[in-house]
């Protein structure tokens, strides 16, 4: 039930030239069910990444932060199985994984990144991985973004996968990305996982910095349920296959760029919101008059997450004094309560920190009821500003966490 | 569906000289329910409290930091309604109910302590406050403990009291405490609403000293739902009227009345943990070998919030890798998961931060069956330890908070 979230159609994703896809079976976790994805790269193509702060990072996510500056020539991604919380064992698999997509693509072992997504604390079953990775390796193609989409799914509801073909510097680029997640959704300097790969050339370390400033304003603003994954991780890919190159952080096409890349994020990162676990409600937390953007970041989780506010979006009931609390819960020691004004979308509900005295409980209804929302903060202390974007919280949450692995 | 929390008995809850207790039906938010608290101490008692530290702090909170360190001869209680969020006009109810209460005892108003509890950013109708509280006053005795508890329910599916007598110093001392609470908890520096009366003679600064520390080891280390409430308040009354009397900080006695009255508070705090909205389980995180007592906290506090445990203990399910995920986003940045064990209970789940080759899930299983489980983490890191007592994650905790109001 993801809110306003349509399948992506074949048709709408674009190949972009350097990058084929592939996938197989390989019973991972369970049978008959698309769970390993293989990207291959032309040579030439440059790759960056920003990954989990969690302390517990999945061993996938260590092999990736050592192999993400050199030439990278493949991503191998498995469903069922994070690969966390396991210890030596756990390293060694993604090692062995990345090995054997070397030995069957002919290119180093430090030419791969590998990725895993699923349960934690529980052994990859890495053999299975290794001898699914034929039938992937058969099955690439440069039209399989949407079967690639599909084949790193865990409990999301709906394939995320966009392209978008723009005009920079007199060129064009196509930009196509797929990513996965609906739960365990608080991402940290990173995502669940989210693949963009795009025909321009850029050299590695500016597009190291373009991905943390795209994630920054997409992935790294979302949150489902306030738990940071172990595995998230967020990588960009340029094949240089196309006719634009940037040469350096000051060259006149990087903002352009940057511009399209932050949409086709923040649209894949707003579809793992609309299909999160359980969610009726898509809501845009915005704060402004912040004294400073981490303070604006924190007024907007502490609403994002509260679980009163959720529910109460959930119930589309107006019972608003649950985001003043929230507001007042998020830790700004000297937060004057008299300088909040909160808006629900148009309607103006607390005026300097009390019940606008105009505010009708009927209008507060009215936008409750939506399935999109904005909760609008001022807290008159600045200029900084945020926005963040999460779901409700419903019986349909519980069931997914509760019922999921078991 | 409180968990192990039979109802307090009558019969069980002591008198406390120098107390009396009264309440009234006065419709703050519906008819027929005990909703309106009078309490009524002899002259030469002391008083403090710990309030909560949620910016938004109601208007009753804001009057009763004025008043505590004064003489305080009554306290009164409505629920219904929180009166926080509601501006100068909130606060002038809550000053109009002192008035009133001051009036009826013949006590001045700065001896008059009000706290609210309810629903935020509603009008509180104090005319019908007001109203109700001769009928408090008729009804004013010593052995009223259980209705004063049942007078401050508001979610609560249980009433919580209790009383200890205890010898200190050769002297006999009665304490006796009544607490309300199920949602939005998550105490900093207070609690939902917690009142204790005890027969000894305290200075006021060293009673205030002596409630902050107890509230530390009792209400502090319970959460529900991570939401700290506009309301919470945590008061201690020492009426002088026993034999006992502590003189300053270096009294003999003194250590043995902490220890009572932390005892009569954490069996309040757990009581609202075991009530807690939805829950099913009661869990205790025990958090050992940390660094300092912060970052103690701050580990029990990711592992005792993170809905997606939460959901898990509902379920009975041993998905542990979710406490593992848990810890690694807690915040502690040179955290070392590989000196990281995790028990349940007596099982030996995580060894050096990855599965415990000897733990079987079947022994996971029959821990997570269990309604009260011990999650015991060591951190590898020093000697601070701490304790936080919380609750599952259910489909009635999303029932009631998205009903609770409407």
Redesign the interface.
């Known amino acids: 039930m993801a809110v306003n979230l349509p399948a992506p159609r074949r048709e709408d994703l674009l190949p972009v030239a350097g990058v084929e896809l592939g996938w197989a079976e390989a019973g991972i976790r369970k049978a008959n069910r698309k769970d390993l994805l293989l990207l291959r790269l032309a040579a030439g193509a440059t790759v960056a990444g920003v990954f989990t702060r969690?302390?517990?990072?999945a061993a996938p996510v260590q092999v990736c932060r050592r192999h993400i500056a050199g030439a990278i020539r493949a991503l191998v991604v498995n469903t069922g199985n994070?690969n966390?919380?396991?210890?030596?064992?756990?390293l060694a698999a993604a090692r062995a994984t990345c090995d054997a997509v070397g030995r069957l693509l002919d290119i180093p072992a430090a030419a791969v990144l590998p990725f895993s997504t699923g349960?934690?604390?529980?052994?990859l079953p890495v053999e299975r991985l290794i001898a699914g990775l034929p039938a992937a390796q058969q099955s690439l193609a440069a039209d399989h973004w949407l079967e690639a989409a599909e084949a790193i799914m865990t409990t999301d509801t709906v394939a995320k996968a966009v392209s978008r073909r723009v005009k920079i510097g007199g060129h064009s680029v196509t930009i196509t990305g797929i990513a996965k997640g609906a739960?365990?959704i608080r991402p940290?300097m990173a995502t669940m996982l989210g693949f963009v790969a795009m025909d321009c050339r850029v050299p590695q370390p500016l597009l190291q910095a373009l991905t943390q400033e795209v994630a920054d304003a997409s992935f790294n603003r979302i949150t489902v349920?306030?738990?940071?994954?172990?595995n998230d991780s967020f990588v960009v890919m340029a094949t240089g296959a196309g006719a634009l190159a940037i040469d350096d952080a000051a060259d006149a096409a990087l903002p352009a760029l940057r511009g399209a890349l932050t949409d086709v994020a923040r649209t894949l990162a707003q579809a793992i919101v609309r299909d999160g676990e359980g969610a009726t409600k898509f809501i845009e937390v915005r704060v402004e008059e912040a004294g400073n953007s981490q303070e604006a970041a924190q007024v907007a989780y502490a609403v994002a997450?509260?679980?009163?506010v959720k529910?109460?979006f959930?119930?589309s009931?107006p019972?608003?004094?649950?985001i003043?609390?929230?507001?007042?819960?998020?830790g700004?020691?000297d937060?004057d309560?008299?300088r909040v004004q909160l808006y629900l979308d148009d309607v103006w509900v607390?005026r300097?920190?009390?019940?606008h005295p105009d505010y009708q409980e009927a209008d507060g209804q009215r936008v409750m009821k939506q399935s999109e929302i904005v909760v609008h903060l001022k807290l008159g202390r600045g200029t900084a500003s945020t926005r963040v974007w999460t779901t409700d919280?419903?019986?349909d949450?519980?069931?997914i966490?509760?019922?999921?692995?078991?």
Chains 1, 2 share one sequence.
């Open positions: 969690n302390r517990f990072a994070a966390a919380g396991t210890g030596a064992p756990g349960v934690i604390m529980e052994p739960g365990m940290d349920d306030g738990d940071t994954s172990t997450h509260s679980p009163l529910t109460a959930f119930a009931d019972n608003l004094g649950r003043l609390a929230a507001v007042g819960n998020a700004i020691a937060l309560p008299a607390v300097d920190g009390g019940r919280f419903s019986h949450y519980v069931s966490n509760a019922d999921y692995r078991s």
